[in-house]
Structures are given as C-alpha cells and as structure tokens.
C-alpha cells in the first residue's frame, strides 16, 4: 500500500522503519525545525531525522490542515495515512482524505488514557498492564473505532521514559499486523465501550509536584511517571528539588511526619508519607547535577522537611 507517514516525536521512528521496509511511503509529514535547548539552536523533530536516514521525502507544514498542505496530501496518493506522536489534530478534511482511512498508532489500550500523555499518566495511577491500541481516527479525541490492541506489563519500577521505547517497538509491529490486516481485509474495526474510559492530558511541570500526605506508591508511581519530563519535585526550605528515582521501603513511618527527612544513620534518603517512608535514590538540586541520596543527605545539616 501507498501510505502517507504522520508523526512527530521518537516514539513514531520505529513504526516509520519498519512500515518503509513493506509498504511504498511517498511522503512524512511533520512539524517544522524547533529551536531547543539554552541556546535555541534550530532541531529537526525525531521523525525528520529518521525519514531522511531511509531516503524519504519529508513534509513540514506548520499547519496541517491549512489548504496548501492539504493539496499536497492529496498529491501524495496515498491509500492509508498513519499517525504517531504528531502533535496536532487532524480535521475531517485530512483524516477522511486517503481511502482506506486514516490509522492512529495510540500508547494505550483504549477506551483508556486517551490524550497526549498515556505513558506517563498510566504509571503515575499506577497501572500494571499497558498496551499499544491502532484506530481509525474520528473527530474525537481518540475516541475512533480500534482495529488491534496488543498488551505490554509495566515494571514495578519501571520509569516513562523506559517504557516508552518498549511501547514504540511494539507499536511498530502492531502497525505492520494491522496494515497486513487491511491489505488482506480480514481485519475489522471494533467501536470502543463505553466502560473503562479515562484522559491523558498533557503534562505541565505542577503535574509533578509531590504530595507527601500521599501513600508511598502513589508517590514512586509519580516520580516514575514523570522520569524524564517535567520530573517530580518538591521544597526544600523554599529551594525546588527534583527528584527522579524512588523506592518503596516497606518501613511504617512511625513519629516520622509526612515530608520529614528521616535521621541519617541509616545512610539512605528516607522520607515520611502517609503510610511509610520512601526512599529518595536520584535527586536533582537547582542548578547542580543529579546525585543519589546518599550524597544528598551527607549535605544536610540539622532537621530539614521537604513541603
């Protein structure tokens, strides 16, 4: 088949691989350079990089559903679009163009974490099972009838940015079977169920700020779920404190009160949460780089509480 690559970011180089070795690609679609890092310099996105490794000629509308990129999405011919990791919505005219429609690779298993975030936001409720889903898009956000899904296990400790190079593996054998599918049409697209639906909306740097009046996992699950970005955070006598590695103890908090930092005689960053303490293994002070707790309580002087 002819088809239209759309995507964005690194979790979409896999699929865009492997779709290239089976099918005929006659354009990738993404979005323009951005400027990055301290310093702005101008970077090409993920899949620009990617497409021009495998000889692709590579598209990059600022808008793509202005009429000039919409002219030349119809020039491409294509007989399916696929979509991963964009970041933007497509409107009717764009996703009803091709005619054997247009196919979303979504990091969940839908109805669930539909949104721009469902790595992250799964392991932040703590999830253990996620998944790889491939619909149809629709004018909802996505909410189109799902053609496969395919599950994968979280690790107990696993963080977002592990897992999310699991799930774009996985995402990219999960397109090939359902572009297979279609090609040979055995394959058919289920409407979602109305039970089990949750969002994923995008992350800001508030979603993780800690909450030590919480439970110890669901504060490991925060902290996994928001390794690497925006990173979990806290206080400490009014200096922001990243955190980005967690382990739960199994040791009941006792008089420690939540946030405390527990006496240093064991060695370990330890802190009080509502049922037990949690230990901090990698935390970030501002301006400095990432140490382990160890090194970290070595610095501390006197009785000190994260807020």
């Not at 005929?24 to 979005?31: G, R, S």
């Not at 629709?138 to 400790?157: H, K, Q, S, W």
């Amino acid at each position: 088949m002819r088809v239209v690559f759309v995507g964005t970011a690194a979790f979409a180089q896999p699929a865009l691989a492997a779709v290239s070795e089976r099918h005929e690609i006659p354009l990738v679609v993404t979005q323009p350079d951005r400027p990055v890092g301290r310093h702005a310099d101008l970077t090409p996105p993920p899949i620009k990089v990617e497409a021009e490794r495998l000889g692709l000629d590579v598209f990059q509308p600022e808008r793509i559903n202005r009429d000039a990129a919409i002219e030349r999405l119809r020039q491409a011919g294509a007989d399916v679009f696929v979509v991963a990791a964009y970041g933007q919505l497509l409107k009717p005219t764009v996703f009803a163009m091709p005619p054997r429609g247009t196919i979303n690779i979504h990091a969940s298993l839908l109805p669930a974490y539909r949104g721009g975030a469902p790595i992250q936001w799964a392991i932040i409720r703590g999830e253990t099972t996620t998944g790889i889903s491939t619909f149809y898009i629709e004018a909802g956000m996505d909410t189109g009838d799902v053609l496969l899904r395919r599950e994968l296990a979280i690790d107990p400790d696993e963080t977002a940015g592990e897992l999310e190079p699991r799930l774009a593996a996985l995402g990219a054998e999960t397109i090939l079977e359902t572009l297979d599918g279609l090609d040979q049409g055995d394959l058919e697209a289920v409407p979602q169920p109305d039970e089990g639906v949750s969002t994923a909306p995008l992350m800001s740097r508030e979603t993780g700020r800690i909450d030590w009046t919480l439970a110890a996992q669901r504060i490991h699950d925060l902290v996994r779920g928001t390794n690497p970005w925006p990173s979990a955070w806290t206080t400490l006598r009014e200096e922001r404190i990243k955190i980005h590695r967690s382990a739960r103890t199994g040791i009941k908090r006792g008089a420690i009160a939540p946030g405390e930092i527990a006496l240093a005689e064991t060695g370990r960053l330890l802190v009080g949460c509502a049922d037990e303490l949690v230990e901090i293994r990698e935390i970030q002070r501002e301006g400095r780089p990432r140490t382990d707790g160890a090194a970290f309580l070595h610095g501390l002087h006197g009785a000190s509480r994260f807020a």
